[in-house]
């Protein structure tokens, strides 16, 4: 079965907590601390993979972990960093945020994309030794990885997309112009899967086209099977629209032409703006004044028209010239740009973990999840985002917690990978 959405969970690996230990030697009286470092913990990170085509190793998988870091040890031993977590996705996949849809990636490239990162380690007690605290017997934890919650949709890269009915020969176009090997058949729904393939156009140059299923009425509304590949489309630079000009199933040719462009503004208007080539098959079956019939109406709208029979090569070697010669005026395959996690979702977070506070030899330590990505996101040499973390820190209840565990200026306060003075 072709899956071209999906939703999972990712949690990257916590940090190892830091180590609590003290030197021990023969002869060597009051060693001092050495305990090590916790490892950070591993990233979750989405990874092109050219052997993939569809999203269906995530219908029965929902749930990714990185592994955690390991923890410090004494003798200033740091803990192993957690492995890594790559997931192998076909390309053009899209990932958003499930709740908000934001779109964090678009994986059109090689490049990786890392979708949650890990933990990082906590310090070991020989961070805090000082001159008045010799002996430090608490050390700090390690950060939890990032968890969210992502939406996966396959979005294929094509340069040209094939639009029609189904049975009206977008497959053996595709058959006979590039090296794919669709199935072919003379029955609806033959083609239950998007098809790629590479028109060679000689001299290193080429283009994609996509053979997608074929749409009926209704399809943005989710009947049939075009509703699950209509967003196929989106990322092509131009469209083929191909109709049986014979009208061999009892439809009118240019209804069809009509029911399906209006399927795609319904479905997205920017879709029904892309540039449109017109062919109309199965020429072999059709009287001249049929094809006369449709011709006029097309040209009428100001669109290019080829008759053609695909299964002969008949006017198909035009209709792919004219195709490339209109590419060469078109710009890129659409990318979608990446945004971060919106912050919406980062303070709903905060209503649901709460915080921990406890006071070791005069530091306070506040753990709370939600905190990671913002503190993660915070520019400490900026006011603006000091101000805003010190908020936070009053509206989430933490400043007053403080207060509660009897906190005074001057007192050192230290979250995560964060220390500062605490000042009423």
């Given at each position: 079965?072709?899956v ?6 990712v949690?990257?690996?916590d940090?190892g907590?830091?180590a609590?230990?003290?030197h021990?030697e023969k ?9 090590g470092d916790g490892?950070h ?7 092109v ?8 190793d995530?219908r029965y998988?929902r ?11 004494g ?5 192993k ?14 990932i ?5 849809g934001t779109?964090?990636a ?6 990786d994309y890392?979708a ?6 906590g310090?070991?007690?020989r ?5 008045t605290r ?5 050390a ?16 294929l ?8 009915y ?9 058959s006979?112009?590039s090296?794919?090997?669709p ?10 899967i ?5 028109v060679n ?21 989710g ?12 990322r092509?630079?131009?469209l083929?629209h191909?109709?049986d ?5 009892g ?7 009509e029911t ?20 109309g098959?199965?020429i072999?079956?059709?009287?001249d004044?049929?094809?006369d ?5 097309i040209?009428n709208k100001g ?12 006017g198909t ?5 004219a195709?490339w010669?209109?590419?060469s005026?078109l710009?890129?395959?659409k ?16 209503q649901?973990s ?13 753990e709370?999840?939600w905190l ?5 996101r915070?520019d ?7 101000q ?9 209840g933490?400043?007053?917690?403080l ?10 306060v ?7 003075e605490y000042?009423?």
């Open positions: 079965m072709f071209d959405i999906a939703k999972i969970t949690k990257a690996g940090g907590n830091g609590v230990a003290f021990r002869y060597v009286a009051s060693g001092g601390p050495d305990g490892g913990g591993g990233n979750i990170i989405f990874r993979d050219p052997s993939l085509s569809t999203l269906s995530f998988k749930k990714y972990k990185a592994q955690n870091g390991q923890p410090g040890q003798s200033n031993k740091n803990g960093k957690g492995q890594d977590l790559v997931i192998g996705v076909p390309k053009g996949t899209i958003k945020e499930a709740e908000t779109i964090l678009d994986l059109s490239d090689e490049q890392v949650a990162r890990g933990g990082k380690g310090w070991g007690n961070h805090f030794a000082t001159p010799q002996t430090p017997r608490f700090k934890n390690g950060m939890p990885g990032e968890e969210w919650d992502l939406q996966l949709e396959l979005k890269l094509a340069d040209v997309g094939l639009l029609g189904p049975n009206v020969g977008k497959s053996s176009l595709i006979v112009c090296e794919a090997k199935i072919i058949g003379d029955y609806h729904f033959t083609t239950i998007p098809v790629l393939g590479v156009m000689g001299e290193g140059n080429s283009f994609v086209m996509a053979d997608i299923p074929g749409l009926i009425e209704g399809a943005a509304d009947i049939g099977l075009g509703h699950e590949f209509l967003r196929h489309v989106e092509c630079r131009m083929i191909i109709v000009v014979a009208g061999s199933e439809r009118d040719p240019i209804e069809d032409f399906l462009n209006a399927e795609l503004a319904k479905y997205n208007p920017e879709m029904a703006k892309l540039p449109q080539i017109v062919a098959n199965k072999d079956m059709a009287s004044e049929q094809i019939r449709f011709r006029s109406y040209e669109l290019q028209y080829f008759s053609i029979c695909a299964p002969i090569k008949e070697r035009e209709l792919i010239n195709t010669n209109m590419l005026t710009p890129p395959i990318h979608y740009e990446g945004h971060d996690i919106p912050e919406q979702v980062i303070l709903e977070k905060k649901d709460g915080f921990t506070i406890r006071e070791e030899d005069g530091i306070f330590f506040v709370a999840k990671v990505p913002i503190l993660q915070t400490f040499d900026d006011y603006s985002s000091l805003y973390l010190q908020h936070l820190l009053q509206t989430s933490i400043d007053q917690a207060r509660d565990r009897g906190i005074q200026d001057g007192d050192t230290s979250i995560y990978d964060m220390e500062f000042v009423s």
